[in-house]
Every structure is written in C-alpha cells, then in structure tokens.
C-alpha cells in the first residue's frame, strides 16, 4: 500500500510555470474557468453559475489535499504567479500505487508549452516523490489537445469505452491512457 502525505504543500517550479497551492483569492478565476464553455467542453461537468461553486471547488481540493486524498496545483505564470490553470492528481489508488490526472488551461494561454511544461514537473513529482507506478488520463476520446499531451509525455491508449460515462444527457465514451513508471524512467 502507497502512503502519501503532500505535507508541506508542494511548490513545482518550471521554466515559465509554478504550481501552487489553490488559494480562496483563486475563487474569481476558477469561476472565469469553470464557466467557461470552451475550457468546458470535454470536462463533462456542469458549468459554474456562480462564484460560490468556485469558493466551493477550492474547498474541495483544499480538503482532498489536506487529507492526502488528492492534488491540485494552480498552474500560475512564475514572474506573476497569476493562475492560468489546473493540474493534478484528483485520484490516487494507493493500493494499486495508480493516480489519474486532471487538468485544464484557460485558451488565452494555450498552444504556448506552458501545460507541457506543468504536465512534465507533476509527473516528476508523481513517480518520484509519491512513487507511483502508473498514472493515468482519462479522456474525451474527441479531445485532441488533452490526447496529443498525453502522448507527447509517453501515454499509451489502453481502452476506449464506449457509452460508459452520462452526463447532460447522453452517454459519452472515455478513453483511458497510461504511463508506467518504467516508460517514464527511460524517458518515453
């Protein structure tokens, strides 16, 4: 069994990039995100009506955090700090030493390297500080942009299933990626 304990909170540096903490200051931006269609399309949960289910999404990562639960970093420019985006591991298996990744980016700074950028520090802190021996993506298989990180970081497609996930309405199909801490090492 895994044991995970993010104590003291984790600060990832990259080039243009750091990954912070989440802040309540953080609440107007998650809500700008969050009720964004176009950063919206293939996260498959309802839009954000108001700041308060903002307020209530930092609680959340904030919790999970503080019970070694998951992670999320704010993904903020390193000369500002200004949040950008999300990034994180919002699913551990501690059993199976597997963590699955979500992330999102707001489209006024994507096609510009700064995900890879974060997606490459989590990672590193993923396989060797947490030691995890897998992590995976699970995603809208119409996603270009989230399958072409995944696979630019070594992700291998494991599955698609069809029809396995409803939401708004329909039933959507998910296809599943994976890196495993072997592939990472020699750099895949």
Partial sequence: MLTIDFQPFPILKAERVVLRQVRDSDAAFV?????????????????????????????????????????????????????????????????????????????????????QEAFRKMLDYGFEKLHFHSVEGNVNPDNAQSIGLLERNGFVREALFRENYYFDGLFLDSAIYSLLRSAYAIGL
Avoid: C
């Avoid at 919206?40 to 990562?61: G, H, N, Q």
């Fill in 31 to 115: 809500f700008d995100m969050r009720s964004n269609p176009e950063v919206m399309k293939y996260v498959d949960k309802p839009l954000m009506k108001s700041i308060a289910e903002a307020e209530e999404f930092v609680t959340r990562v904030t919790f999970a955090f503080e019970q070694n639960l998951g992670i999320t970093w704010a993904v903020a420019l390193r000369e500002s700090e200004q949040m950008i985006g999300t990034i994180g591991f919002w699913r551990i298996d501690n059993f199976n030493h597997r963590a699955e990744v979500g992330y999102t980016l707001h489209p006024d700074f994507q096609g510009k390297g700064l995900m």
